[in-house]
């Protein structure tokens, strides 16, 4: 994912600051996403959000993808002391993160009405581009209307140009220095007129606070409580208006034991929250970081066996156009579910779909550059075979130097962990160990300083994951994360196919007349019943 340039004029000048909530253990990929995407310096992280710096405009904002919400930062500081203070005392700090700096509050205000701005005349310029003969008729209507007001005027200029040339002499001589101060009393004037115009417009503001507490503090201090103590203060600083059903303005307050967050959500619908799909599976954020991770070049051939929904190629196809996806699953009830996310996000001829299980993939040995999946934890669909005998199957029909990103539950991590590691010679075990990033290993129970870098962070070698990951044959382990997916946790893990992994002289390749496997076929998301001899044809792009 390469840089994309600022465009001159439709961001904040100097750069704005900026934070993205995301789900623990994402952290690492947001900050690459957005030093890659929005040319972002100062990338600093805490747990569960990532601090950017940006020139970059609303359009550009809203293409991250690894991020929950995204907000402007208005305040960060160190948490409120709670143990052995006073309701009142406490209360009083927190009214001084309006008091105390109320100039930074305006200028993220100002920051904030300007993006929104610069976004909307665009938005309105594009419609107008739209309508191109409603656009000309106008300007062409608009044309005549000054040309008839140029010749009406110049008629009047040549009956009085003499007398107004004399009348103007006549008002220099006698004022002389008066005009000089006249204008600098007129600049002032003005300036003063804005300011009240800009005053004015702030008074008009509504809002509403929008509080989360947690640790020891929302032990002492109610959510509801706190919004409303720094609502007041806001309606005391500024004049601003509380309006908790349609406000122009929502303040976000994070207070917990290790830092006390201020900020304002620049879109009121979540980063996270894709309107390209209908029916939502794997969360977005962790399907986005799982193809990322997989290093995706055009051309490639991208496998997910046990697509689901989909929800895994409908991030990659979006990001990564130029390749030929593929995704299988044996539940017709998922794959129809993916069919109409397909229709829906408009990647019907992008992705194609098969019926067939994941142990008996119709494809040739070593045919696939790319394997990414979500293998199910067992709670709504069963597995039904062993982690081994699916991994020997990903295995067989990855190419040598191909990739394998997995989300796997703590127990299939757990299982491959403790597994014999019989399957490779020792000394060909650590091979990868050169390999940039690979000691890469975020772990999120291990809470970050405030102004910790990524640099500082991720660059220092979390490589204990790594260590506890054994080769599963040929597949040689190269990063693990472990992440959140609410209420449980779970590891995404990548692995590089080492070498071949001689499964086809062990007799893992079925006999068939023909390479290829028959099954089901989906095509352009619409499910096809073929007959059980007909055979898949896989086109490689060129």
């Excluded at 103590?229 to 309606?235: E, F, R, Y």
């Excluded at 994070?254 to 201020?262: A, C, R």
């Excluded at 086809?504 to 028959?518: D, I, L, N, T, V």
């Amino acid at each position: 994912m390469a840089a994309v340039p600022r465009d001159a004029g439709s961001g904040p000048a100097a750069g704005a600051r900026f934070f993205c909530t995301a789900g623990r253990g994402l952290e690492p990929f947001l900050m690459r996403e957005v030093r890659a995407r929005l040319a972002a310096t100062q990338v600093e992280y805490i747990s569960g959000k990532v601090f950017f710096t940006t020139c970059s405009n609303l359009n550009m904002l809203k293409k991250l993808k690894s991020a929950e919400r995204l907000f402007l930062l208005i305040k960060k500081q160190f948490p409120f002391t709670v143990s052995s203070v006073s309701k009142g005392k406490i209360y009083n700090e927190m009214q001084r993160l309006i008091n105390d700096d109320p100039e930074s509050w305006l200028n993220a205000i100002s920051i904030w009405k300007n993006l929104l701005d610069v976004d909307a005349k665009k938005e309105k310029l594009s419609q107008r581009d739209a309508n191109p003969l409603k656009r000309n008729v106008e300007e062409n209507d608009i044309i005549l209307a000054k040309k008839l007001k140029t010749e009406q005027m110049e008629e009047i200029q040549e009956n009085r140009e003499c007398q107004l040339e004399k009348q103007i002499e006549e008002e220099i001589l006698e004022q002389g220095d008066f005009i000089t101060e006249r204008e600098q009393f007129q600049e002032e004037f003005e300036s003063d007129v804005a300011k009240a115009a800009a005053a004015r417009n702030q008074s008009d503001l509504t809002f509403r606070v929008s509080c989360r507490c947690s640790g020891a503090i929302a032990k002492a201090f109610p959510a509801q409580e706190v919004g409303r103590v720094i609502g007041i203060a806001l309606m005391k600083q500024f004049g601003w208006k509380a309006d908790l059903r349609n406000p122009n303005l929502e303040i976000f307050i994070h207070l917990n034991d290790i830092y006390s967050v201020v900020g304002i959500p620049v879109f009121r619908v979540p980063l996270a929250s894709r309107a390209y799909i209908r029916t939502a599976g794997l969360r977005s954020t962790i399907a986005w970081a799982m193809a990322s991770l997989a290093e995706i070049k055009a051309g490639a051939f991208v496998l997910d066996p046990m697509c689901g929904l989909g929800t895994i190629l409908l991030e990659a196809a979006k990001e990564w156009p130029d390749v030929y996806y593929v995704g299988a699953d044996v539940s017709n009830s998922q794959l129809l579910g993916a069919c109409d996310n397909l229709k829906t996000a408009g990647l019907k001829d992008k992705i194609e779909l098969l019926k067939v299980s994941v142990i008996e993939l119709p494809l040739p040995s070593e045919s696939v550059d790319i394997i990414i999946s979500d293998i199910p934890f067992g709670k709504k669909f069963k597995l039904g075979k062993d982690i081994k005998s699916i991994l020997q199957e990903m295995e067989r029909v990855l190419h040598v130097g191909g990739t394998v990103v997995l989300l796997l539950s703590e127990d299939h991590h757990r299982r491959l962990k403790d597994r014999e590691q019989s399957s490779i010679p020792v000394s060909s075990q650590g091979s990868h160990t050169g390999e940039p990033g690979i000691e890469k290993c975020l772990n999120p129970d291990e809470e970050p300083s405030v102004s910790e870098t990524v640099s500082s962070s991720f660059e220092a070698g979390h490589q204990e994951c790594i260590d506890k990951m054994p080769p599963f044959g040929s597949l040689v382990p190269v990063e693990c994360y472990r992440v959140s997916l609410g209420k449980t946790g779970a590891f995404i893990c990548k692995y590089k196919k080492s070498h071949s992994s001689g499964l086809e002289q062990a007799g893992h390749c079925r006999p068939r007349s023909s390479p290829y496997a028959s099954a089901v076929q989906l095509e352009g998301g619409c499910l096809q019943d073929l007959d059980s001899a007909t055979e898949l044809q896989v086109h490689r792009l060129p």
